[in-house]
T-cell receptor, first 117, second 117 residues
Framework: AQKVTQAQTEISVVEKEDVTLDCVYE???????LFWYKQPPSGELVFLIR??????QNEISGRYSWNFQKSTSSFNFTITASQVVDSAVYFC??????????????FGKGTKLSVIP | EPEVTQTPSHQVTQMGQEVILRCVPI?????FYWYRQILGQKVEFLVS????????KSEIFDDQFSVERPDGSNFTLKIRSTKLEDSAMYFC???????????????FGPGTRLTVL
């Protein structure tokens, strides 16, 4: 069974501070995919990034960066110079190929980030 | 940019009534999913659908639930006799372009908020 743990339930930062959201996952599969989704107050789920288990390169996209470490089963997300628009719930998710041939996402419980002006 | 759409955005129903939630996946995608999110909780997988049949379903997806792709564009989730605990946000997602694989990222619709009174 797959499991995703986001230990931080809520985080508050002051605008322009850097913030890291933690994600730890569990799976016995050797091939898997990790994702981050953003859920703003309006409720939709916005895809941010996907990594596969064979690609441990860190990635940077503007103010966002992701640190994937298989040794610690972690896929952490850092926002640099946070802005009020970053306020949202952020979900980490894991997918593996099921016996039925489909992929289903297992989500963490989410981290609510509040950026205070 | 293509996107997943869902209607209605909010549905209010009486306990015991049937509801149909509608989704239009991204047009060239092949894999379709329903997830739900009870208020304040994590997103949970309900069912995946490929080639006009269910690929996989979770234990939440009991006999009260059914899915259908009635034509080439719509994907529906029906709840036969709603219960209070069915109140949640229901998300549709799609992935997997023709020639690709189901590992492609799942893109989510904006959700339908179902309120059962």
């Amino acid at each position: 069974a797959q499991k995703v743990t986001q230990a931080q339930t809520e985080i508050s930062v002051v605008e322009k501070e850097d913030v890291t959201l933690d994600c730890v996952y569990e799976t016995r599969d050797t091939t898997y995919y990790l994702f981050w989704y953003k859920q703003p107050p309006s409720g939709e789920l916005v895809f941010l990034i996907r990594r596969n288990s064979f690609d441990e390169q860190n990635e940077i996209s503007g103010r966002y960066s992701w640190n994937f470490q298989k040794s610690t089963s972690s896929f952490n997300f850092t926002i640099t110079a946070s802005q009020v628009v970053d306020s949202a719930v952020y979900f980490c998710a894991l997918s593996v190929l099921s016996g039925a041939g489909s992929y289903q996402l297992t989500f963490g419980k989410g981290t609510k980030l509040s950026v205070i002006p | 940019e293509p996107e997943v759409t869902q209607t209605p955005s909010h549905q209010v129903t009486q306990m015991g009534q049937e509801v149909i939630l509608r989704c239009v996946p991204i047009s060239n995608h092949l894999y379709f999913y329903w997830y739900r999110q009870i208020l304040g909780q994590k997103v949970e997988f309900l069912v995946s659908f490929y080639n006009n049949e269910i690929s996989e379903k979770s234990e939440i997806f009991d006999d009260q639930f059914s899915v259908e792709r009635p034509d080439g564009s719509n994907f529906t989730l029906k709840i036969r006799s709603t219960k209070l605990e069915d109140s949640a946000m229901y998300f549709c997602a799609s992935s997997g372009r023709a020639g690709g694989t189901s590992t492609d990222t799942q893109y989510f619709g904006p959700g339908t908020r179902l309120t059962v009174l």
